[in-house]
């Protein structure tokens, strides 16, 4: 039995130094586990606050996107509404000069119908007295005639 302690206190010693790096391995991974959970916390703070930049730049440009569009809107509305006010002065010109071109020929159809109805009118004075003449005249050579006939 003497024998057997020797060789359980033998054992024992052994798995104690075992237990003893076992425990010192296991403190060294748990140290080196420790730090790189440091790290990485650390990491991730710094990806958190990056997330929080890039977010707040993100709203950012939400925002002045928004902003030129209304601006764009704006512009748009407002050079629409210069566009079709400029079409419509330019309309009311073409339609005050298209008046006062039928006003104009509407005098110049009025004027030339009144000078045709004057020609006209003289034509028919004139042919009036010709006929009148060509009567007279033909009075007289009958008058003449019979004047002859008579002798």
Known sequence: MQNNTGV???????QVSTLRQSVSLLQKDKEFLNRQNM????RCSHEEDRMER????????KKAR???????VVSRDHYKTEYENKLR?????????TNQEIEQLRG?????YERENRNLREAKDNAVS??????????????KYDQILEQ
């Not at 928004?66 to 764009?72: I, L, V």
């Not at 010709?130 to 008058?143: G, Q, S, W, Y």
């Open 54 to 61: 890039l977010q707040s730049q993100l709203e950012d440009a």
């Open 130 to 143: 010709e006929k009148e003449r060509a009567v007279t005249a033909e009075r007289e050579a009958l008058a």
């Open 39 to 42: 790290e990485l916390n650390i």
């Open 8 to 14: 359980n206190a033998f054992l024992s010693t052994v």
């Open 108 to 112: 110049a159809s009025k004027e030339m």
């Open 89 to 97: 002065n330019e309309l009311e010109q073409i339609r005050l000069k």
């Open 66 to 72: 928004e902003e030129m569009y209304e601006k764009y």
